[in-house]
Every structure is written in C-alpha cells, then in structure tokens.
T-cell receptor
C-alpha cells in the first residue's frame, strides 16, 4: 500500500534548527514535496526533490534518499512565523500526490 | 505566475441546499485540477481529479453524485456539493497543474464550507 509517515507534532525554540523527517512508500516515485500550511490556509510549496541529496533554499533545506524512502525538511534560524504544519507528499507513478498527515511545528520564544 | 483562485472563500448554507465552489487558474492553462477536502487537524484528502473536457476521476469513498465536478475550460473547474449536510462542513481546496508540467501543483486559497 501507499504510506507516508511523519511526526504529528514538534516543538522548537526561536533561532534554533529543527529537522522534520518523512518516510514514504508509494507505487512508483516521481518526487517528494514539502508544503507549509498555516491554520485555515491552503498549503504553499516549499521544496521538491527527485534526486538524492540536499536542496538548499534560504533558511529551508530538503533532503532525499530514494533507497531509504526517506526525506527531511531542515529549518534554520527559526522564526515565530514558521509555526505551521509541514506536509510531506510523495508523487506516485501516476503523478498523483500521496500526502502525509502533516507535522505541526510549534515555535517557542 | 501560477496563481490559483477559489470562490467563495467561505460559505455558510442550510442543510439540504447545494453549494458551488469555483477554482480558476489565473495566469496559466490547467489541464488537470484536483479537489481536496481537509478536516480539522487532518491532512489533505484527495476527492477527485478532473481533466478539461472529460469526466472527473473520483477517489474511493467519494460520491460522484453528491460532489459534482465540471472542468469546462482550461482555466476553470467547479465543485458542487449537492444536498449538503453538516458532515460536509470542511475546508475544500483545489489545485492545478500547468499544461506540460507533470510535477508541481499550485493550490488555491481554499473554501471554508459550514453547513448548518
């Protein structure tokens, strides 16, 4: 079956670094997406990985290991506005996104 | 570029009435649009995939006669919730893929539906 696993909730301190992990099992693979979703709003795109390795984009980086079915999102220099849910999604062989349940990230001052 | 709009942003209706939600790609042509539903503190649940000019493909457990989808043009898809009931209250989000782009989906801002 198809499955995406990520932690339900994480807490971190303003200015610190946090890593949100995601493991996936999908029928075929056409890439791994990370989205940010603030409460009551639609998801916004953060990153896309299809090759192994680390993609850096400002304070956010995303890593993929296809052999391990594993990805992580790394957030540096955390700001209060980073408090949100972070959704991991794998694109299967039909180019359909399979979504994780999301990780709620709580930032404390 | 790649902006998707939804209308209305929120709607309150009485039980038994029908509600239409529009999803528009404003600056690109969307060959495929997706409709999602999200209940509080849960992830996105794909309801259906619609391709311009053809019938929508519904996910298992989604009633196609209750959730009518029309993708009449390359920039507009509509979702009609027929005979809405309180359990249909949810956050409905559409997304669109650009023609020729197999990967990224661009999301609309969502529509909050409350059925009394």
């Amino acid at each position: 079956g198809q499955n995406i696993d990520q932690p339900t909730e994480m807490t971190a301190t303003e200015g610190a670094i946090v890593q949100i992990n995601c493991t996936y099992q999908t029928s075929g693979f056409n890439g791994l997406f990370w989205y940010q979703q603030h409460a009551g709003e639609a998801p916004t795109f953060l990153s896309y990985n299809v090759l192994d390795g680390l993609e850096e984009k400002g304070r956010f980086s995303s890593f993929l290991s296809r052999s391990k079915g594993y990805s992580y999102l790394l957030l540096k220099e955390l700001q209060m506005k980073d408090s949100a849910s972070y959704l991991c999604a794998s694109m299967d062989s039909n180019y359909q996104l399979i979504w994780g349940a999301g990780t709620k990230l709580i930032i404390k001052p | 570029g790649a902006v998707v709009s939804q209308h209305p942003s929120w709607v309150i209706c009485k039980s038994g009435t029908s509600v239409k939600i529009e999803c528009r790609s404003l600056d690109f042509q969307a060959t495929t649009m997706f409709w999602y539903r999200q209940f509080p503190k849960q992830s996105l649940m794909l309801m259906a995939t619609s391709n311009e000019g053809s019938k929508a493909t519904y996910e298992q457990g989604v009633e196609k006669d209750k959730f009518l989808i029309n993708h009449a043009s390359l920039t507009l898809s509509t979702l009609t919730v027929t005979s809405a009931h309180p359990e249909d209250s949810s956050f409905y989000i559409c997304s669109a893929k650009r023609e020729g782009d197999y990967n990224e989906q661009f999301f609309g801002p969502g529509t909050r539906l409350t059925v009394l």
